[in-house]
T-cell receptor
Framework: KAGVTQTPRYLIKTRGQQVTLSCSPI?????VSWYQQTPGQGLQFLFE???????NKGNFPGRFSGRQFSNSRSEMNVSTLELGDSALYLC?????????????FGPGTRLLVL | KNEVEQSPQNLTAQEGEFITINCSYS?????LHWLQQHPGGGIVSLFM???GKKKHGRLIATINIQEKHSSLHITASHPRDSAVYIC???????????FGTGTSLTVIP
């Protein structure tokens, strides 16, 4: 099976812009989770989608949003970008809902906000 | 307040050494995960534990639920084991998923 894929792999934006990141889970996986990783904060959970519904959400402002499509592909959107949004954004998929399953991580999208 | 604490933060070992990375957590959990992140960002899930011990090749993970502690052991370490190892927990209440800050391991040939 193909692994989790994320596009784009690298992205440069300027403050105030918005960005959309895409994640294609492993075939058959219905849960997609998003994480932000920065040198200062480490890995932090953003949100999880299961069957097109947001099931869990971390402590991030409303500028961070996401959605999941009927084919389980997921997108994450960040509006009004700030310098501090520069990070590696990781997506992970699993078969069942929630954190009880082994998660399979994508390679990440590295976002730089100037 | 960090729900998950890892030690050490950095570790340098000679090839062949036995390595232990520790993880302590302060919340009730349903599962604990050990992740490996290589330079460039890719993360691999090594283990998911809810009790006892798991072994995969040269890697062994143990968990003591009563003591809220887990260890990741690497036997006969190799330079390709050089990576950041991250402990993460799924709490049994709430929606968060807590991560340790990671242990950066360098294995010297």
């Amino acid at each position: 099976k193909a692994g989790v894929t994320q596009t784009p792999r690298y992205l440069i934006k300027t403050r105030g812009q918005q960005v959309t990141l895409s994640c294609s889970p492993i075939s058959g996986h219905r849960s997609v989770s998003w994480y932000q990783q920065t040198p200062g904060q480490g890995l932090q959970f953003l949100f999880e989608y299961f069957s097109e519904t947001q099931r869990n959400k971390g402590n991030f402002p409303g500028r961070f949003s996401g959605r999941q499509f009927s084919n389980s592909r997921s997108e994450m959107n960040v509006s009004t970008l700030e310098l501090g949004d520069s990070a590696l954004y990781l997506c992970a998929s699993s078969y069942r809902q929630g954190m009880l399953e082994t998660q399979y991580f994508g390679p990440g999208t590295r976002l730089l906000v100037l | 307040k960090n729900e998950v604490e890892q030690s050490p933060q950095n570790l340098t070992a000679q090839e062949g050494e036995f390595i232990t990375i520790n993880c302590s957590y302060s919340v009730g959990i349903s599962a604990l995960h050990w992740l490996q992140q290589h330079p460039g960002g890719g993360i691999v899930s090594l283990f998911m534990l809810s009790s006892g011990k798991k072994k995969h090749g040269r890697l062994i993970a143990t968990i003591n639920i009563q003591e809220k502690h887990s260890s990741l052991h690497i036997t006969a370490s190799h330079p390709r084991d050089s990576a950041v190892y991250i402990c993460a927990v799924s709490p049994n209440t709430g929606n968060q998923f807590y991560f340790g800050t990671g242990t950066s391991l360098t294995v010297i040939p």
